[in-house]
């Protein structure tokens, strides 16, 4: 019944940690966008020194950073592979029906690399921020949206009720699951088919209570005047400090850097 | 003294919509409900699973609006649609599964969610959570995933919850039902403190026949309408027609019943423990001499 730990934050007090969460989100799309600005090795090396400083900045060890490639770490491989093998061009070596071409090289280590560092980059956001502080600052950051009837502030609540009941659903999955294997029922055995057979008692009773439970948090909520985001205030609002603004001076600076080594094909 | 909810004739028909039949079958939830609740006091509602008590709280809230009858709080009709966030302000509710209405992720920011909803200034949220946390004696909390607390914790949080928005009066609908000995405890000694400290008028729908003897003034519900009303000691006098409501009386209370009705000279209703020994002293003394 451990509690599972949405977006891997990692607790600890670093410079990055106490950001504003908006910073930080702007600051890993403009890294991302960068990533794919260059081409060059130069500025791939800066991508990946950039990477490294963030890192030493917050605190975080580094096999935590590894291990969010961890889920992608075979698509990686499959798209560096596909690269190398499908890509037309000069001709290196080849063995059976398998080419390998000068230009694929060049594009899966490129794509590898990107892929690398973007998936490390992003998951210095989720280490040093809390899913509830994500949450609120992109509900700030797109509110905009809302003068095109986006529902952002639903959405962002849809979030964090989401983020507050998965610990508990999940404990529930895990004593629903023990209930079953009680009277007798085999979670772990058998063909595929059997097996998503197996998981309709355990479903079933998971929507029900799912059902319940939303039913009574929207009576609780209403009962405590909750009426949607208008004229809604917070208790905790997000306010920009100054390193946040150096932060956003820092970003900008990074971002004009890729661009001009777009621009030179560095 | 005056009042703050008022209930003339209230009725209220649930309407069930079933797959075998085209039309909607109505099922009537409570019936010809008068109810006067006066500031400051403590009210507990009892009445076995399905007498209405949950009907009845919900229109307290005005999560319910009623089908036949009206009802007041302070002086606001419920049914009218402008002043619904003024009744739900003013009657705070408090559920009985305390997972299904902690909102936030932390502590304090649930305690906070209503006043945000209400939209009070920040600072002051914040005086008020830190207010209505300390009231509960959840202070030291403030900062924990409710994920983490025990029962008995996250109810006294949700209570906060409702504090925190200022009400008159907080309606509790079994508030301790899915709660340990421990937990129950605490939860029934911050509501009694909330009640006589702070004057907050107090509505407990309980089955738990010991948390009743607090009361001011208990109602009794059995299908829809209120059987009985009265003190506690009102109340448990009448043993045998709570049993016909399938409802026991608390321990202490059945104990002096059943010595009553086998001789023993003791007032009706006996509530505390403390009550029956008194009663029964003078001849445990006598019991006393002469060993
Ligand atoms: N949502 C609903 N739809 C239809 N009938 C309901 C609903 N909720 C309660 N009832 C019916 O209304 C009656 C009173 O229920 P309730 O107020 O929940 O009683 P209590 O809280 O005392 O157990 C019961 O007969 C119940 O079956
Ligand atoms: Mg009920």
């Excluded at chain 2, 005056?2 to 079958?25: C, H, M, Q, W």
């Excluded at chain 2, 400290?197 to 001011?216: F, K, N, P, Q, S």
């Amino acid at each position: 019944m451990g509690e599972i730990s949405l977006g891997q934050y990692y607790p600890t007090n670093s410079i990055l940690h106490r950001l504003d969460p908006r910073v930080k989100f702007i600051g890993t799309i403009v890294y991302i966008v960068s990533l794919f600005l260059v081409s060059g090795p130069v500025g791939y090396l800066c991508a990946a020194l950039a990477l490294f400083a963030l890192v030493l900045l917050s605190k975080v060890p580094f096999r935590f950073i590894l291990k969010s490639m961890k889920p992608i770490f075979f698509i990686l491989i499959v798209t560096m592979l596909f690269n190398l093998f499908l890509t037309p061009g000069e001709e290196l070596a080849h063995f059976l029906i398998f080419r390998i071409t000068r230009e694929g090289l060049v594009l899966a280590l490129r794509m590898g690399i990107r892929l690398a560092l973007l998936v490390m980059g992003s998951s210095i956001m989720t280490l040093t921020t809390t899913p509830n502080a994500l949450t609120d600052g992109m509900e700030r950051l797109f509110s905009p949206l809302k003068l095109i009837k986006v529902p952002v502030h639903e959405i962002s609540m849809m979030m964090s009720i989401a983020l507050r009941f998965i610990p508990i659903l999940t404990e529930e999955t895990d004593k629903i699951k023990k209930a079953q294997i009680a009277r007798g029922a085999d979670f772990d055995s058998g063909g595929l088919i059997k097996r998503l057979k197996s998981m309709i008692p355990l479903l079933v009773p998971l929507f029900v209570s799912a059902f319940r439970r939303a039913n009574d948090l929207a009576m609780a909520m209403e009962a405590r005047c909750y009426h949607g985001g208008t004229g809604r205030t917070q208790m905790k609002p997000l306010t920009y400090a100054k390193k946040d603004y150096c932060a956003y001076l820092i970003t900008a600076l990074f971002l004009a850097l890729a661009i001009i080594f777009r621009v030179k094909g560095w | 003294m005056p009042s703050i909810i008022k209930a003339r004739g209230l009725g209220f028909d649930y309407v069930k919509y079933t797959d075998e039949s085209e039309n909607a079958e109505r099922v009537t939830a409570i019936r010809e409900i008068d109810l006067t609740v006066e500031k400051g006091t403590f009210i507990a509602i009892l009445g076995h699973n399905g007498s209405g008590k949950s009907t009845l709280a919900k229109h307290i809230n005005a999560l319910l609006v009623p089908t036949s009858g009206t009802m007041w709080v302070d002086g606001i009709d419920t049914a009218k649609e402008q002043d619904l966030w003024k009744v739900r302000q003013k009657a705070g509710m408090v559920f009985q599964n305390p997972d299904n209405q902690i909102i936030g992720t932390v502590v304090d920011e649930d305690v906070g969610f209503g006043p945000e909803n209400l939209g009070i200034p920040t600072k002051d949220i914040w005086s008020r959570v830190d207010d209505a946390l300390s009231k509960v004696g959840m202070l030291g909390f403030r900062d924990r995933s409710p994920n983490h607390l025990s029962g008995g914790q996250k109810q006294r949080v949700a209570i906060a919850g409702v504090v925190a928005m200022h009400p008159e009066c907080i309606v509790l609908d079994e508030p301790t039902a899915m709660l340990d000995p421990n937990g129950r405890r605490e939860v029934i000694e911050v509501i009694r403190e909330l009640n006589q400290r702070e004057g907050v008028t107090v509505i407990l729908i309980t089955h738990y026949m010991e948390e009743v003897t607090y009361a001011d003034h208990v109602y009794v519900m059995d299908a829809g309408q209120v059987v009985m009303e009265g003190t506690p000691r009102e109340i448990f006098a009448q043993a045998e027609r709570l049993k016909e409501l399938r409802l026991s009386v608390p321990q202490v209370t059945e104990l002096a019943y059943e010595l009553k009705k086998a001789g023993a000279d003791l007032p009706d209703g006996v509530l505390t423990i403390d009550e029956l020994v008194d009663a029964l002293a003078p001849r445990s003394e006598q019991y006393a001499d002469r060993a």
